[in-house]
């Protein structure tokens, strides 16, 4: 079945930097994207970016430019997501999510904790 | 950006009984190429990751049950669940893919009266 598991959860000191990863099975992995999503406390859900999982093109929300990057690695069919620079807004639930190309995201990742604490 | 704005923030509905939720967009979200309108409805539960229910504003995603419907056109759209059931108390979103960032609703969250 199709399946993306994230990594675990992450406590960050701010400044620091985190990297998550999405291992993905079950489907070609080139065929689609893997969009990212992050979710604080108590609040609704931000598109981070997406990456083309088929030539690693990437499009990011500007209030994330420079702090992001999303890769991909083919041959192990896990794609991955570090934001730099953290700070204590960016404590969240991380997800990944498979993005079929002109349609939503439809299969998610369980999601990953970063707090950031000093 | 496109903003998504959710009404109401929360809904209290009697079990058997309709459930509407509404979304309207800042801008027209149509893609051109089908003609349909570039918006979703996700369902999410406590601790869980957001659940795919509609897409194209009204094509019902695989393997969710058929009282669960989209509407609407222009910039304003809606979510019925024309039966409720007790599984369906969670937040529902609305989401624009429209054109980049991708935005979402912020969350109407659904209960049993």
């Known amino acids: 079945q199709v399946q993306l598991v994230q990594s675990g959860a992450e406590v960050k000191k701010p400044g620091a930097s985190v990297k998550v990863s999405c291992k993905a099975s079950?489907?070609?992995?080139?065929?689609?994207?893997i969009s990212w999503v992050r979710q604080a406390p108590g609040q609704g859900l931000e598109w981070m970016g997406w990456?083309?999982?088929?030539?690693?093109?990437?499009n990011y929300a500007q209030n994330l430019q420079g702090r992001v990057t999303m890769t991909t690695d083919t041959s192990t069919t896990t794609a991955y997501m570090e934001l730099r620079s953290l700070r204590s807004d960016d404590t969240a639930v991380y997800y990944c999510?498979?993005?079929?190309?002109?349609?939503?995201?439809?299969?998610w990742g369980q999601g990953t904790t970063v707090t950031v604490s000093s | 950006d496109i903003v998504m704005t959710q009404s109401p923030d929360s809904l209290a509905v009697s079990l058997g009984e309709r459930a509407t939720i509404n979304c309207k967009s800042s801008?027209?979200?149509?893609?051109?190429?089908?003609?349909?309108?570039?918006l979703a409805w996700y369902q999410q539960k406590p601790g869980q990751p957001p659940k795919l229910l509609i897409y194209?504003?009204?094509s019902r995603q695989s393997g969710v049950p058929d009282r669960f419907s989209g509407g609407g056109s222009g910039t304003d759209f809606t979510l019925t669940i024309s039966s409720l059931q007790a599984e369906d108390v969670a937040v529902y979103s609305c989401?624009?893919?429209?054109?980049?960032?991708?935005?979402f609703g912020q969350g109407t969250k659904l209960e049993i009266k």
């Open positions: 801008q027209s979200i149509l893609y051109s190429s089908n003609n349909k309108n570039s």
């Open positions: 999510a498979r993005k079929p190309t002109g349609t939503p995201q439809d299969v």
């Open positions: 989401h624009q893919y429209y054109s980049t960032p991708h935005t």
């Open positions: 194209w504003a009204s």
């Open positions: 990456i083309s999982a088929y030539n690693g093109d990437t």
């Open positions: 079950g489907y070609t992995f080139t065929n689609y994207g």
